[in-house]
């Protein structure tokens, strides 16, 4: 059972244009993180954020923590061809002796220039 | 040199063959992973381990084993591999704390025939 949904799970634009993507659960998690990956590579932090309703921002991306800290967001503006990979994000939960995460599919972006 | 290596970088066995991927870190990370990508699946854990004498299933944990031969190095095996365990595996590290960032290594291409 896949506790965290992303969508779109692929995404073609052309660049410039604005797009967001969406991550949603119905469970509850102490941190969100956005990861992006290149293809041949591993993934790579982009931001965590903890608090209910935060929102952090990362150049021409904005991520939100929703409120209940079961959904979360992150929005481009004015997409560009390098920011095309894979854009994971991951709940994360605390356990006895630490914490683990929990990944989403993956949402494929393309920027076409 | 990079933090997380992982060997082999590409593998192809046959069905029913014993394999073992190596993962070895200079992060001084106490807590490693193994996950392994399926496309539309996101990455899913398979082992993860808090320290050296810690050894934890994942939610995909059925055919694997794995060993922590110490703090820098974390073996995942395939006892007898199958074809539905064709995937990229990924070994990724993190360190204490709630909000810890996961660093993940090149990923090992295996292909089961």
Redesign the interface.
């Known amino acids: 059972t896949?506790l965290?949904e992303?969508s779109p799970?692929f995404l073609s634009i052309q660049e410039g244009e604005n797009l967001t993507v969406y991550c949603n659960s119905s469970s509850v998690f102490?941190?969100l993180?956005w990861y992006r990956q290149e293809p041949?590579?591993?993934?790579?932090?982009l931001v965590?954020v903890?608090t209910g309703g935060e929102v952090k921002k990362l150049k021409r991306l904005t991520f939100q923590f929703g409120d209940a800290r079961k959904d979360s967001s992150l929005h481009i503006t004015a997409a560009q061809p390098g920011d095309t990979g894979l854009y994971?994000c991951?709940g994360?939960r605390?356990e006895t002796?630490?914490?683990?995460?929990?990944?989403?599919?993956?949402t494929q972006l393309t920027v076409n220039p | 040199d990079a933090d997380?290596t992982q060997t082999p970088r590409n593998r192809i066995t046959k069905t029913g063959k014993r394999i073992m991927l190596e993962c070895s870190q200079t992060k001084g990370h106490d807590?490693m992973?193994w996950?392994r990508q399926d496309p539309?699946?996101?990455?899913?854990?398979i082992y993860?381990s808090?320290?050296v004498k810690?050894i934890n299933k994942?939610e995909i944990s059925d055919g694997y084993s794995v060993s922590r031969q110490a703090q820098a190095k974390f073996s995942l095996s395939l006892e007898s591999a199958i074809p539905n365990q064709t995937a990229l595996y990924?070994c990724?590290t993190s360190a204490?704390g709630?909000?810890?960032?996961?660093?993940?290594?090149?990923?090992t291409r295996l292909l089961v025939l």
């Open positions: 896949q965290l992303q799970q102490s941190s993180q041949g590579e591993g993934p790579v932090l965590t903890v994971l991951a994360g605390e002796s630490g914490s683990r995460l929990t990944f989403g599919e993956g | 997380v807590r992973y996950y539309g699946l996101g990455l899913r854990l993860y808090f320290d810690d994942g990924f990724a204490l709630h909000k810890e960032t996961q660093y993940f290594g090149p990923g």
